[in-house]
Structures are given as C-alpha cells and as structure tokens.
C-alpha cells in the first residue's frame, strides 16, 4: 500500500513538472532583502489564502499569531502579579532555549510535503491544483515566499517535528513560530546538556533536509537562589527578555521586555532612508516635509489603515511591539532620528515639528510612554484628499475611503 502511495506520489510530481514547464512564467518574481519572492496579483493572492482555512482544517494545523506566542512565554516565565508595569517572575529556576531552523523555507523538499499531502488527508482537486504551481515552481528550491499558504504548508511539514519534540523534552513550554521556536524547562543549570539537545534536535530535523542554525541556537538560565543569582536574557519574535531583581524588593525578579536589538538597527536604517530620500528628491520643498512627516509618524506612532485585501492593519512601534514594557532600548533609534532631523534642509520651525512625533518617548517617566495613535480609517474623504495633495498627487479615482487610503499609501512609499 505504501509502495503505491509513493509511486503515485512520483507520478503525480511528473506529470505536475510538466504542466509547470509549459508555464513557466505565471507568477512575477522579485528580489526583496536579497531572497527571491513571488509577487501575485490580488485574485491570485485571495485565492491562497483561503486555501490557508483549507489547509488548516484538514490537516489539524493551529496557527497562532505573534502575540499569543510571546504571551504564551510571558505567562511560563512569570507568576500573574505584577511590580508596576512589570510582571513577576516565579521562584522555581527555569532554562529557555531558543532555536532557528537553518534556511527553513528554502530547504523544504517538495517531494516530501507532497508525500504529506497525499497520505495525511485530502484536498480537493481544484486546491491540489492551486498548489501545484507554488510547489514545483522551478524557479524557486523549497516553499517560496511572498505567498500567504506557504507558512500553513510549511507547518503541516513540521507537524510530526513539533510532536517529537515535545515526546522528546517534555518541555514546560514548546512554541515553534515558523522557523523559530523556544523551549522553557523548569530545571536548573546542571540538569541542562546543551551539546547532546542541539544533536536531538538535529537528528529530528535531518530526515525534513533541514538543520538547526549553530550561531542561534542558545540556552538562558534563571534562578533566583543566593548561590547560583542567574539573569535571563533571550531573544524572541523581536523582543529580548530579560529577569531583572527588583530594587525596592531584593528578594523578587521581574521580566522586562524590550524591543530585539536587531530589530532596533533595522528601524534606524530605515529612519536613515527616509532622510536619504527626502535629501535626493527634487519634489517641493512642503511636499518633503510632509512625505517625512507622514513617514515618520507611520513609525512612531500606532498606525492604523487597511490593506490591499481590505483588512485592518495595525503598524508602527505600539502596535508591532505591544507587549514591550520598558522602551529604553529604543534610545538609540531615537537619537538616530533626533540627528537626521536636525542635520536636514528643513528649517528650524518644522524641524520642531518633525521632533515633535517622539515626545512621547522623550518626555516620559515611564518605563512604557503613553504612545499616540493615528486611525486613518476614521478620516475625512476631505483629509485624506488634503493629505494626497501634500504628498504632490492628485486622486481621481473612487470617493472611497479604503481607496483612497491605499492610493495615498502607494505614492508615499515611492516618493
């Protein structure tokens, strides 16, 4: 029976060779940070993602968001009460490894998760078909990115990883999100053999052709005990933690959660290539104003507005890290933003408007500011055509406001 399934399998991977030889080119490809993605037009793109339901329902999968995952460490690591705006960590010592999956998307051999596909459920022909054309690609090894199914596909490829892993370790707590994942052990240091987990884990991943990444793979220890004091200090999904003893309270430790340092660096240079183009553009001079205005504000402030698909789409620093109670680790960004403004060609009036976004990060007490918010879904038609025309554009299509606010956002991002 195996046999069969198999050879039915090889034949349906060549006749789908095939049918993706005689069209070659029915996605557009682009290069983003490097890495080859599929750009799909909207109908395609719709198409996909409810195939993402599909997918899920069929085979079992849970997809979890971001936030659920990083409340789901918070809530392992700490025990309900709260110091301020900071929650408390439990008594008991606690290792947290933290792990990446080598090149995950790249890696994933299609044959294999077809294999999955075929013997783990049944997907209609019409589905079975629309992957096709994502799955024997030629022009991309492994998943590709840029299509919403691929992070479901990817997860039904790893759905017999996650069980092995928890039969494994028995971990207190196992989160994979995509090709990051975290394990939380209430254990102490001694117990803990780094070396022989990371070849576990490896040995897990090897018959997927997949491979943890050696310069990621790290453990982090607490304990709260006088004779072996020990910090944590992790990253994960764009925070960093960190268990810090309490200064009014010597005997309690409490988990602060910041923005990843990396991802700072990341809102810096674009900070920086904000003003790079402002610089190099030979537009107005009150139409660079505001496209830096706008700009800034888009990463400062919490943003929201809709997308192509028109959904709710939540952005800037509050929302992306929501769940950050302490800021400090954003003095840098600041700082960089600070000099970039004050070294541009604006003049001093409306470089105190510019400065004027960050007060709430600068003119605070505490650990997290009262951020301001901006909902461009509660605008005016008349201000958001107001703020077309600041940008140097003139809108002539729908009154719509969904409409109107991706045109502005469109000729923003390629001024």
Known sequence: MKESLFDSTLACLYILKLVIKMNNNKFDKKIVNGRKVISLDKDTLEKYKSLITTISNQYGIVNTSRNSSVER???????????????????LPVAVIRGDIKDFFPSIKKQILLKKINSEGMLGSKDYFLLKDILLDPNFEGLPLGVPVSSALASLYLKKF????????????????????????????????????????????????LELSSSKFQ??????????????????????????????????????IQVQKAKVQKLQQ?????????????????????????????VFW??????????????????????????????KLIKTTYYEIMHSQFISRDKFLLRSLLLPYVESDLDVPKFKYYNYLRLSISKLDDMVKAIGYTYYGSKKRETYIRYLFINLYKT
């Open 302 to 331: 919490g943003i929201t507005t809709v997308g192509t698909n028109g959904k709710i789409q939540y952005s800037g620093i509050p929302n992306s890290y929501s769940l950050m109670n302490n800021t400090s680790s954003l003095n």
């Open 219 to 256: 453990i982090s220890f607490f304990s709260a005990a006088k004779n072996e004091a020990k910090n944590l200090s992790f990253d994960f999904l764009g925070y960093h933690f960190t268990s810090l003893r309490n200064t009014n309270y010597p005997k309690i430790y409490t988990l602060e």
């Open 270 to 298: 674009r900070i920086r290539n904000i003003f790079f183009k402002i610089k190099q553009s030979d537009k107005a001079y009150t139409v660079k104003l505001y496209t830096c205005l706008f700009k800034l504000r888009n």
């Open 73 to 91: 460490v918070i809530r392992a690591l700490t025990n309900g009460l709260y110091i301020n705006n900071f929650p408390m960590m439990n008594e």
């Open 162 to 209: 996650d069980i092995q892993i928890k039969q494994t370790f028995s971990p207190l707590l196992y989160i994979r999100y995509v090709d990051d994942f975290i394990m939380v052990f209430p254990t102490s240091r001694e117990k803990i053999k780094l070396s022989a987990i990371y070849d576990q884990i490896n040995d897990l991943l090897n018959p997927l052709n």
